[in-house]
């Protein structure tokens, strides 16, 4: 099985910082941290509406989270060197896990690869949808099937469940 990454960050500006990040292992094992943003200076950045999505306050965080740097040690440890790690916010993830490492890491940056999830997911649907547009309509209907499976939504740990569930659906569609 791949592996699946999520972040949920402070907000969606320029200034954000991951603040949840949750990742799976090839079994379907998911590891969940809370990062403490008041461990770096500059990390003051803060929207009320994402809170309201995610349901994180900065006091929680800061009650509950760890360390950029024991954040990337944990992380480090679990997904190897050259690694890919898949995650449906692409460019956003990536960017909150550059972030993460520029703090936490004495390289700088992670080791591992953060690659959109969708480029592992509709490459299964290939097989059995040849038609482009309608392989985009059964790919939304499973991304539904998924998340009501899951429920729970805008927290790391349920939305790296449901990229696990999709990926099961669109492997079992495929077979």
């Known amino acids: 099985m791949p592996r699946f990454l999520d972040v949920e960050a402070s907000s969606l500006s320029i200034d954000s ?9 090839h079994q379907g094992n998911i590891e969940r941290r809370l990062i403490n943003p008041y461990a770096v200076d500059g990390w003051r ?3 009320y509406n994402a809170q309201q999505m995610h349901g994180l306050s900065r006091k929680q965080c800061r009650e509950e989270g760890i360390h950029p740097k024991q954040m990337c040690n944990l992380m480090s440890q679990s997904i190897k060197p050259g690694e890919i790690i898949y995650a449906d916010g692409g460019a956003f993830d990536e960017n909150w896990v550059d972030v993460l490492y520029s703090e936490g890491s004495a390289l700088g940056y992670a080791q591992f690869k953060v690659v959109h999830s969708d480029a592992i997911m509709l490459p299964l649907l290939t097989k059995i949808e040849f038609d482009e547009k309608k392989r985009w309509q059964l790919y939304e209907n499973l991304k539904l099937e998924a998340r009501r499976m899951v429920g729970t939504r805008h927290r790391a740990e349920p939305d790296v469940q449901y990229l696990i569930e999709l990926w099961k659906l669109c492997t079992s569609k495929a077979s």
């Open 17 to 25: 910082y991951p603040i949840e990040i949750a990742w799976s292992d």
């Open 45 to 47: 950045d803060w929207d």
